[in-house]
């Protein structure tokens, strides 16, 4: 709390045309908000949740990563992060900044964001996460499919995909779930901690 305030970020940092500025206002935020409730509900109070959703997009990927992540530093695991989130249009535009996507850690980031809101959901018993992806369904079981079914996506996007496949496969097509069969086949019997993470992500989203 008292570190933050005397590292205040004005909003006009997140709007400056110099990239190194809005890093760094990205790092102070992040910091500052991880699982700290009155500086998230700060930021969401000053705008800077409305101005990084806005400003994804027109991002270059290595640029979204990072904006994705103070995001998530602000919206994650506090109810009114995840309304104004959602009613920001935030879901809409990180589904479309991910269909977009080549980039796999910006993938496996968006991702992670999605499958970790998934999760504090399912705590909660609340719905609003599937309810505020379904507009986007079809985009993203799209490009599920196409992170499932290639042999180039990375293991840890892999991983993430299969989780998010599991939570929203009420979406998604019948194929999906054959590819994400074949994947078992193929590495049953592999060893390795990557390797056991995908088939337990895997067991779990065929279960």
Not at 109 to 127: F, H, P, W
Not at 174 to 181: E, G, H, N, R, Y
Request: proline share 3%; hydrophobic share 40%; net charge neutral.
């Amino acid at each position: 709390g008292k570190q933050w305030y005397q590292r205040r970020v004005r909003a006009e940092h997140l709007e400056h045309d110099e990239e190194e500025v809005y890093r760094a206002a990205l790092r102070v935020i992040s910091s500052a908000a991880q699982s700290n409730p009155i500086v998230q509900a700060h930021c969401i109070e000053q705008g800077y949740l409305a101005t990084l959703i806005s400003k994804l997009l027109s991002q270059p990927e290595k640029l979204a990563k990072s904006t994705i992540f103070t995001i998530s530093a602000i919206v994650r695991n506090l109810p009114a992060g995840l309304d104004a989130f959602s009613s920001l249009q935030g879901f809409n535009t990180i589904s479309t900044k991910l269909a977009l996507s080549s980039h796999s850690p910006l993938q496996r980031a968006i991702l992670t964001l999605y499958n970790d809101l998934l999760r504090q959901e399912k705590v909660d018993g609340s719905t609003t996460v599937l309810a505020a992806l379904e507009p986007a369904s079809v985009m993203l079981c799209k490009k599920t499919h196409t992170l499932l079914d290639s042999t180039a996506t990375p293991t840890d996007v892999l991983e993430e995909t299969i989780l998010f496949y599991s939570s929203t496969k009420q979406f998604c097509s019948q194929d999906i779930k054959q590819i994400v069969t074949s994947r078992l086949k193929v590495i049953q019997d592999s060893v390795g901690e990557e390797e056991e993470n995908i088939k337990n992500a895997i067991l779990l989203s065929l279960s």
